[in-house]
RNA sequence: GCGGAUGUGGUGAAAUUGGUAGACACGCUAGACUUAGGAUCUAGUGCCGCGAGGUGUGUGGGUUCGAGUCCCUCCAUCCGCACCA
């Protein structure tokens, strides 16, 4: 009876769902561990063999930590939210709920053929209500929060609001981008709206007029890492600015803390290193230089303050606020046209456009607050509104751009390095003497630095200041598909939903398309709509980003049914945080950012013992796609074969790899395929064959090159796949997709089955004492495979499964406790067949996940001889084979005395003999 | 420009601590068994050479008895960030 693998895993499928084989227990006596993937956004396009790549990686982590006995928790969910089935929704009118219903149930499926040991039961979907009720929940909590510097952590508004009654702002240290002070007395007088307009500046969740990446096409709001070269990550489509009334969520609150976090997590470098470039801290001085004929003082944040005295101009943001005041009528025509100009430029363009200097002279001047000299102000677009102040000193002999700007405008360059030629180049060497600067003269820079800081702030013109490149995060979309806000406006002021009348479920419209005077498609919800859910004037029309569901899963599947709080303190306690977390480093400045800060956030209120989400991190590789095409000629209906293209101008165009085998396309699936290619004509090869070109690229729908798990189960079973996806390489690694190698793992389980069968399927397996060297392999394939899987080195594990299969054949072992080891070990990576073969082997069907993973014993792998590998100068020249316990000496003299060492030595005695025992043996001659 | 990663046969790759480079698998070659099965088995397969042997882990150098592995230089490819003051 030969291996009959769709028989057997629909057997076991169904057996592990009917009895809950993988229920992970609340309370527990066992250790716990928490193995997570990063679950996916449902699209229509369903699971393709990248997918499961990093869940089958996550599932054998999880068997083996079952079978080191742990109490492991192991689920799976849907980002359920997003935007393509809301664009399905525009192009058919189908709600979004019905497509993203089907897409779970085609993912379920394709999901369930691999033999995952999800714990179903705590499935999570962040479109349903009773999830994204505490997805609100968490909003709202954020809402009435603020920073509180001084204990460096989040802290009840209501504390603040009780501050400001009692002494106003004055005492307040918070982070805020807020730099008025009122005092008690005024803060009684506001009126309600002015006190919610100034608690605004302070609340971690809050509304802010900000240039946002607004897309026409999708009619939405863009996040940074949503866009990609300019275009939209989604339909690459046009971005452009746009101010507009947002909510943001004050995530620069958490900068450091997001930051020095890093170092206590075990997570790979490179991700690592992105969470910190995006972060961007860096360390320096906030200086004030006055204008003068104006009352403004303009601030500017610098990294050199050591420099300060070669400072010979100021530049500004064209949007910088001051620029009309400080623009003098001289002026006002050509400042107004350099900022007209600069707005009309996207920022794409202004990237773009680093070659070109550009700025415009204001007319006025500031006083240089050491030397009291003029310098003139400028407005530069290579000044960024939205980093720092907006505002920079200029010191072009210590700054490239800055010393491009000064040549090019003919301004004074200052030198103030000892020694050193900037008649080329700025010197911005972070090392050196300074020269011609007063109280700093003759200091290296580093000193230098530091007495600048303190004389800035002895002098009261600024302090010391460390500035973050991270920006406070857009945390609205004017999309239908997402979680609404649990927020109403009466007379403009926003008011939070009660927790009892959570959640604001999602209404319906008539069309998911903005409306006519651009207000969000939750504009469009009646008063009906809405339900019970209505409050005040209007309800909120814009819709959660989707990385607010996906900011705090992980903690709903430890108590997913609770309605109550969004996780029990009990359950979060026995859990705690993610032991790993498998999923893509395409993450790392969102999703990854994000669930760090809003965990930090809930371990600031008190609800979470921990505050770094994800212990260990893997990034598994991006599996790719091989893309077929076809080469139309220009202008007509006639395709000409790769080989013949050059001789023709084409176009080319992606064709479905279902209709190529070995980049021979089927012609006539190929014509049946389109309308359009119903009558194509073919230039071919000599034999008439239409050879494709290739290329690997990211699989995608919209380039045809999808290829499914579904079609590789049917074909070779789950055990296979699984076991071939580990083998295809180390699983950090990028490799394009590709099934050549998959017989050889289908072979491998087929060998397998014959360990345990004879021809005709009767169990062949026989009591007894295994032997000496059944137990070697047996040990050895312990000792690696445990090794393998603790450094997630999934490859080698397969291999070392295969070697120990082809010895135990070599061996003829038939032996029961030799292959019941084998059972269990294997049965992490190949769960169906090893099930089948255990109840085969006499035992209770369901267990083999249970037995503990075979413990290792040295004393078999122990050898009374070892081969030597014998070098000269470093060259392998022959093996020998001696007694381990023989001492150096007299390994060198039998080495030494062999014929071949006397041949090698042609004669003359060695310079050197090193032994090494149990390992090599090197003469040096 | 800055930061990170990766370069090993025809292919995917292995070599965990400096110790026989290419395990394991695909592919290929030859053969066996079979009336054909995407079956199984045997032998071979880095490159050059009939052979002895030489040579070989992106380049060039260094440390070492010994380097894919450690150090330096350069090159290529990929990823992230990018006028960040």
Request: with cysteine.
């Amino acid at each position: 009876m030969e291996y009959n693998f769709r028989e057997i895993e629909a057997n076991w499928r169904a057996f592990w769902a009917r009895n809950k084989t993988f229920a992970a227990k609340d309370h527990s006596d066992l250790p716990k561990y928490y193995v997570l993937d990063m679950f996916p956004y449902p699209s229509g396009a369903g699971l393709h063999v990248g997918h499961p790549l990093g869940y089958i990686a996550s599932d054998i982590f999880s068997r083996y930590k079952r079978a080191q006995g742990y109490n492991v928790l192991h689920p799976m969910g849907y980002d359920s939210f997003g935007l393509p089935a809301e664009q399905y929704a525009i192009q058919t009118g189908q709600h979004p709920r019905i497509t993203t219903k089907e897409n779970i149930a085609r993912y379920r499926d394709q999901l369930d053929k691999i033999g995952f040991s999800f714990d179903w039961d705590r499935e999570v979907r962040t479109s349903s209500p009773d999830y994204y009720k505490w997805t609100q929940w968490i909003f709202k909590q954020l809402f009435n929060s603020y920073y509180d510097g001084n204990q460096d952590k989040a802290v009840a508004i209501s504390e603040l609001i009780a501050e400001f009654e009692a002494n106003g702002n004055a005492n307040v240290n918070a982070t805020t981008d807020f730099d008025e002070t009122f005092s008690a007395a005024d803060w009684k007088s506001y009126s309600e709206k002015e006190k919610e307009t100034h608690l605004q500046e302070y609340r971690l969740a809050f509304l802010a007029d900000s240039w946002v990446n607004w897309c026409p096409a999708l009619g939405t709001v863009l996040a940074n890492d949503e866009i990609v070269n300019g275009k939209s990550e989604r339909g690459n489509h046009p971005v452009e600015q746009k101010l507009m009334r947002q909510w943001s969520m004050r995530i620069k609150a958490y900068a450091e803390r997001l930051l020095t976090g890093l170092d206590t997590v075990d997570w790979a470098d490179s991700i690592k290193d992105i969470q910190r470039n995006w972060i961007g801290k860096s360390i320096g001085a906030s200086v004030q230089f006055a204008a003068d004929k104006s009352d403004k003082v303009i601030e500017v944040f610098t990294t050199r303050p050591d420099t300060i005295f070669g400072v010979s101009f100021m530049v500004l943001a064209p949007e910088h606020p001051f620029v009309n005041e400080l623009t003098t009528d001289e002026y006002k025509t050509e400042v107004e046209n350099y900022k007209i100009n600069a707005s009309l430029k996207s920022e794409r363009d202004r990237q773009a456009d680093v070659k070109n200097i550009s700025g415009q002279f204001t007319g006025s001047y500031a006083t240089h607050p050491f030397s009291g000299e003029k310098v003139q102000i400028w407005i530069g677009d290579y000044v960024l509104a939205s980093y720092g102040t907006g505002a920079v000193m200029a010191v072009p002999c210590g700054d490239q751009r800055d010393w491009d700007f000064a040549t090019h405008f003919g301004i004074e360059i200052i030198n103030i390095f000892d020694g050193v030629d900037i008649s080329e180049a700025a010197y911005t060497e972070k090392e050196g003497t300074i020269a011609h600067s007063d109280f700093l003269t003759g200091l290296p820079v580093k000193k230098a630095i530091k007495l600048a800081i303190h004389e800035i702030e002895t002098r009261g013109i600024g302090k010391g200041k460390t500035n973050y490149r991270l920006r406070d995060a857009v945390f609205s979309r004017q999309r239908y598909w997402g979680e609404p806000f649990p927020v109403y406006y009466k007379n403009d002021i926003p008011y939070l939903v009660d927790d009892a009348d959570l959640p604001v479920t999602l209404p319906e419209v008539d069309k998911y398309l903005p409306t006519e005077e651009g207000e969000p498609p939750l504009a469009r919800a009646t008063k009906e709509a809405w339900g019970e859910n209505f409050q005040g004037d209007r309800m909120d029309y814009n819709t959660m980003p989707g990385w607010a569901g996906s900011s705090w899963y992980f903690l709903r599947y430890m108590d997913p049914n609770n309605e109550n709080e969004f996780v029990s303190k009990e359950k979060v306690d026995y859990w705690q945080n993610v032991d790993l977390y498998i999923g893509g480093s395409e993450h790392g400045t969102g999703h990854l950012l994000y669930s760090r800060f809003w965990t930090k956030f809930l371990f600031d209120l008190g609800y979470l013992p921990f505050d770094e989400p994800f212990k260990k991190m893997i990034n598994q590789g991006m599996i790719l796609g091989r893309s077929s095409f076809v080469y139309r000629v220009e202008g007509t209906n006639q395709f000409v074969t790769n080989s013949k293209k050059s001789a023709f101008t084409t176009t080319p165009f992606h064709v479905d790899i279902s209709l190529v085998e070995n980049d021979i396309l089927n012609i006539e699936a190929f014509k049946n395929s389109r309308e359009e290619y119903a009558n194509a004509e073919f230039i071919g090869e000599e034999n008439g064959d239409y050879i494709c070109g290739s290329e690997v690229e990211k699989m995608s729908k919209s380039k045809y090159n999808v290829q499914t798990p579904d079609e590789l189960v049917e074909k070779y079973g789950a055990d296979t796949l699984r076991m071939y996806e580990m083998f295809l390489g180390p699983l950090e690694q990028s490799k394009p997709w590709d099934t050549q190698g998959i017989s050889g793992v289908h072979n491998f389980l087929r060998k397998v089955w014959r360990l345990v069968h004879d021809r005709d399927g009767n169990i062949i397996v026989a009591e007894g004492e295994p032997t000496k060297d059944a137990l070697k392999t047996l040990h050895k394939t312990i000792k690696k495979v445990g090794d393998d899987l603790d450094r997630f080195s999934f490859n080698t594990g397969v291999s070392n499964f295969m070697i120990c299969v082809n010895e135990l054949t070599e061996q003829k072992c038939t032996n029961k406790s030799i292959i019941e080891q084998l059972v269990i070990l294997l049965s992490s990576y190949a769960p169906h067949i090893c099930e089948e073969l255990w109840v085969k082997l006499g035992h209770e069907a369901g267990t083999v996940g249970t037995q503990l993973f075979p413990a290792f014993n040295e004393a078999h792998l122990v050898e009374a001889n070892h081969k030597y590998p014998v070098s000269f100068n470093g060259k392998m020249r022959f093996m020998l084979e001696l007694p381990t316990d023989l001492s150096k000496e007299d390994i060198e003299k039998e080495v030494l005395a062999h014929e071949v060492s006397l041949k090698w030595l042609e004669g003359g005695s060695p310079k050197k003999v090193i032994v090494i025992p149990g390992k090599i043996v090197n003469i040096v001659h």
